[in-house]
């Protein structure tokens, strides 16, 4: 008697699931720290991004923050996703107004001195106040929209470093942006400036965003896979 084998049939649901588990696994995303179901929704993003065409096709560079974390910790990732490796995990700052040694309010409005959650594309770069400094568009409504308005950039401090927290028990705090050390600032900026995705991402309950609909993100990863397929 010939035995019955059963066959899954993989749909483009599952298919998306299983490239993003690749990715954590391939880019040793666990041992950096970085927690799968915070990259799943990154990654989302990025596909939504990336079908919209508000980011750049040819670069695939995803960076990600946790403001769930203690200031203290290294909660930063710069990803290369063609590459799947880690270009840059550190310390970044949030917010003096969205608490102390860890963010807990976030805010997009004006002289708040908030961190705000959300999706943002990266664009140029100028010199200010803080050296080379990096223009952010903030693409979620209600949450990190007011952005340019804010002055919400990513820049270099002297206040985001390891000896800062030895002395005070918690790293420096900015305005609202995402500030980096000074030392890696420059060539993180240079990395994900001109069009790259950046998600910052909290325990929230009222953060929504519609670039975490996963069902168009599948759409645009089903339709990279028929790209990427070689013609016969």
Not at 110 to 119: A, K, R
Not at 139 to 160: C, M, T
């Amino acid at each position: 008697m010939a035995s019955l084998v059963s066959e899954t049939v993989v749909t483009p649901a599952m298919a998306f699931d299983i490239h993003l588990e690749e990715l954590y696994e391939d880019a040793e995303l666990e041992a950096a720290g970085l927690n799968f179901d915070l990259f799943a929704k990154a990654a989302t993003g990025f596909y939504n991004l990336k079908e919209q065409h508000k980011i750049k096709s040819d670069k695939n560079v995803l960076s990600i923050v946790n403001f769930g974390l203690s200031s203290n910790k290294k909660r930063l990732w710069v990803i290369d996703l063609d590459k799947k490796e880690v270009l840059f995990k550190t310390h970044v700052a949030h917010g003096r107004g969205s608490g102390n040694e860890k963010a807990v309010n976030f805010s997009n409005i004006e002289n708040s001195h908030m961190s705000s959650l959300g999706f943002y594309v990266t664009e140029n770069t100028y010199y200010g106040s803080h050296g080379l400094s990096l223009r952010l568009e903030g693409l979620d409504p209600n949450f990190n929209s007011k952005a340019k308005q804010r002055a919400i950039v990513v820049h270099g401090a002297d206040y985001v470093s390891e000896a800062f927290i030895k002395q005070h028990g918690r790293l420096g705090r900015s305005h609202g942006c995402p500030a980096l050390p000074q030392e890696l600032s420059p060539e993180i900026i240079q990395t994900i400036k001109d069009g790259t995705c950046l998600y910052i991402d909290a325990p929230s309950k009222e953060y929504k965003s519609a670039y975490l609909d996963t069902n168009s993100a599948v759409k645009t990863f089903q339709a990279s896979l028929a790209q990427s397929q070689p013609t016969i």
